[in-house]
């Protein structure tokens, strides 16, 4: 948490800005791997990925990358450094709005065969 946001630039050269996203990351380091076992795991709680909207697909990753960086804060309190309380509370809040948008229950998913299943033997 002690990396301090930098402001989205143009790119050299007078470009445009460019904009990344979650799926732009190295999924290597520790802090992408959170992020995006948190995601699998709140997306499958509401369903499955296919089952989102798009609107529902932002909250969740939103969600996901909060929880990550609530992570990173706890281990560094955990750790004995010391936390911005203020912050560390403002990613706790931010995540929990989020999740409360999409729900605090789990969704059933709907697990049954297609026609096409059933016609090709692949429903079990």
């Known amino acids: 948490m002690e990396a301090e946001s930098q402001p989205v630039t143009p790119a050299k050269g007078g470009g445009k800005a460019r904009l990344r996203t979650l799926d732009d990351l190295d999924r290597r380091t520790k802090a992408a791997q959170a992020t995006f ?33 609530i992570k990173d804060a706890g281990a560094t309190y955990l750790s004995g450094d010391p936390v911005d309380l203020g912050e560390f509370m403002a990613l706790t809040n931010a995540q929990r709005r989020l999740l409360a948008d999409v729900g605090l229950q789990r969704r059933a998913r709907d697990i049954t065969p297609s026609l096409q299943d059933i016609i090709s033997g692949r429903a079990a």
Do not use: F, K
């Open 37 to 69: 076992e948190l995601r699998d795991q709140l997306a499958t709680d509401l369903g499955g990925m296919e089952q989102l909207s798009a609107m529902e697909r932002e909250i969740v990753d939103g969600a996901a990358l909060l929880g990550a960086m």
